[in-house]
């Protein structure tokens, strides 16, 4: 586990994706100046509030 910048715990996670999604990841990285992280976080969260919405109840605890 890793401390990140906001004191928040992160942990390293290894996943492979589809190139082409890699590819529009990179590119929308680079445009928007954002670390990749932050993006698949925000996607993820984004992700599991539509498709596993008790997960938010699972968080707060």
Do not use: C, F, W
Request: proline share 3%; hydrophobic share 35%; aromatic share 6%.
């Amino acid at each position: 586990m890793v401390q990140g910048r906001e004191g928040i715990n992160k942990v390293r996670l290894t996943v492979t994706i589809d190139e082409e999604l890699s590819k529009k990841l990179l590119s929308y990285t680079e445009a928007t100046m954002l670390a990749k992280s932050p993006v698949v976080n925000k996607a993820l969260e984004e992700y599991l509030n539509e498709h596993y919405p008790s997960y938010m109840n699972d968080k707060e605890q």
